[in-house]
């Protein structure tokens, strides 16, 4: 009696599963939900960090002293939104209204 012998679809089978399998299994990452700014600016001075509620409202997010010359602040972790970037010398502040986006940095001159 002759042997079963299986043919070449039969033997592939195997594989194209483990492949179909393995290809289903993703390690999907979740969607960004925080954003950053990096922004330069002239001129030595205060600087603060505001949302638009804040500005009104509130206590600075971040705030400090600047130096002459050209200054780079960096600030990560933001949710995104609106944010007014306030800077220059007492009494004298310039407001700049900055945008944040999940999963951007994005960058200001001012």
Sequence with gaps: ???????WRMKLLPAVL???VAGG???DDPAPTTGGLVISFSG???YALYTETLLRTGPA???GTSGTGTNKLTFDELHPGTY???R?????NFNE???VAAGKQREYTF
């Design 1 to 7: 009696m002759p042997r079963y012998q299986p043919n």
């Design 84 to 86: 007014i970037f306030q």
């Design 25 to 27: 299994c993703k390690d």
């Design 44 to 46: 030595a001075g205060r």
């Design 97 to 99: 209204a900055v945008q």
């Design 88 to 92: 220059g010398p007492a009494g004298n």
């Design 18 to 20: 483990v492949l179909l």
């Design 61 to 63: 997010l971040y705030e």
